[in-house]
């Protein structure tokens, strides 16, 4: 690797792809935010010096060669690697769909300190989830946030149409909450109960620490889960495979 640029960063393993026989393409959440693009040569060879560093939703320090289309792996020294996750079909659905919205809104060559961070805290907490209607919330509220903060935030003090305090219908397309009167043109509005929209309310303004600890039944976590699926799917305009599997879709 005699003449290429090499610089290190800590980075959060997305999405592998299959290169060749021994070869993976490691789609990455650098510490910075931004995503990256490498090649870890030997990577699927058994007892290979990297296979343990680049699992899905590892957070590794890597020392990356620059490349024209894709970078190389020089180096890796594995950090977190999020053990309670593995061999755990929950949690790897779940922290899944963490993975899946983290590569779709983080960009190359786009710096978000906000990202990394979160993403890491929403790999945890799939770790410290103590059921499947926690883990969805963590899935749920995770999507939110990361939307909310990307520029796709919902309206939910009041009707995204005519701005009525009374809101009992929620809508993607629409862009939020919706009164029953504008609900009625709105096709797919889907009618909550007031605890329903409250719950929505504090995905996007409570940490993971306080959504671990609260009470929620199964159906409620399920609903919010659907509705996370449901925005990021029509705002990122992508079909979320993880999410769909997660929601049982």
């Given at each position: 690797?005699?003449?290429?640029?090499?610089?290190?960063?800590?980075?959060?393993?997305?999405?592998?792809?299959?290169?060749?026989?021994?070869?993976?393409?490691l789609s990455l959440l650098a510490a910075?935010?931004?995503?990256r693009r490498a090649v870890a040569k030997g990577a699927r060879k058994p007892g290979g010096r990297l296979a343990g560093r680049v699992e899905l939703f590892c957070e590794t320090d890597f020392l990356l060669a620059a490349g024209r289309s894709l970078d190389v792996v020089s180096e890796a020294s594995l950090v977190e690697p999020h053990a309670r996750l593995r061999g755990d079909y929950e949690r790897v659905a779940a922290a899944s769909a963490v993975a899946e919205v983290a590569r779709l809104t983080c960009y190359e060559d786009a710096p978000d300190g906000f990202l990394f961070p979160i993403c890491s805290r929403a790999l945890t907490a799939c770790e410290q989830a103590s059921d499947?209607?926690?883990?969805?919330?963590?899935a749920a509220a995770y999507a939110?946030?990361?939307?909310?903060?990307?520029?796709?935030?919902?309206?939910?003090?009041?009707?995204c149409a005519c701005g009525d305090a009374d809101v009992t219908y929620f809508s993607a397309l629409a862009g939020g909450a919706l009164c029953a009167s504008c609900a009625r043109e709105v096709a797919g509005a889907q009618e909550l109960s007031a605890g329903e929209m409250a719950w929505l309310r504090a995905l996007l303004g409570c940490t993971f620490d306080e959504l671990l600890a609260a009470e929620v039944d199964a159906q409620t976590a399920a609903l919010l889960l659907a509705l996370a699926h449901s925005w990021a799917a029509t705002h990122l305009d992508a079909r979320l495979?993880?999410?769909?599997?997660?929601?049982?879709?």
């Open positions: 690797m005699a003449g290429r640029r090499t610089y290190r960063t800590r980075a959060v393993v997305l999405d592998r792809t299959k290169l060749g026989e021994t070869d993976l393409i910075d935010g931004s995503e499947q209607a926690h883990l969805d919330l963590v939110w946030k990361v939307l909310a903060h990307g520029g796709w935030r919902p309206e939910l003090g009041g009707c495979r993880a999410m769909e599997f997660l929601a049982g879709a």
